[in-house]
Nanobody, 115 residues
Framework: QVQLVESGGGLVQPGGSLRLSCAAS????????MGWYRQAPGKQRELVAR???????GYADSVKGRFTISRDNSKNTVNLQMNSLKPEDTAIYYC?????????WGQGTQVTVSS
């Protein structure tokens, strides 16, 4: 079993920045990928960014150039640096861990972008 704990969400003005962090614990396998998803009110959960154990990354088109995902394998953490935030970025952000055909999810952290 893998447990994920997110932190760093909050309220920020448009154009501001936030940094989300996710710490994984439990049965961690070396061959894995981690990512961030978000779900806005009335919308489906969508992939924001992902990163493999080897460091390969992928981003949703809506966040390219503004968000950066990174990980520290020694600490089993994944981070999401969010810059130039827009109101449409408002959502609950979820950390995800994938390995051996299984998905694990954090509890989610609220990000609100508003003046």
């Amino acid at each position: 079993q893998v447990q994920l704990v997110e932190s760093g969400g909050g309220l920020v003005q448009p154009g501001g920045s936030l940094r989300l962090s996710c710490a994984a614990s439990g049965s961690i396998f070396s061959d894995n990928s981690m990512g961030w998803y978000r779900q806005a009110p009335g919308k489906q959960r969508e992939l924001v960014a992902r990163i493999t154990n080897g460091g390969a990354t992928g981003y949703a088109d809506s966040v390219k150039g503004r968000f950066t995902i990174s990980r520290d394998n020694s600490k089993n953490t994944v981070n999401l640096q969010m810059n130039s935030l827009k109101p449409e970025d408002t959502a609950i952000y979820y950390c995800n861990f994938y390995a051996s055909g299984k998905f694990y999810w954090g509890q989610g952290t609220q990000v609100t972008v508003s003046s």
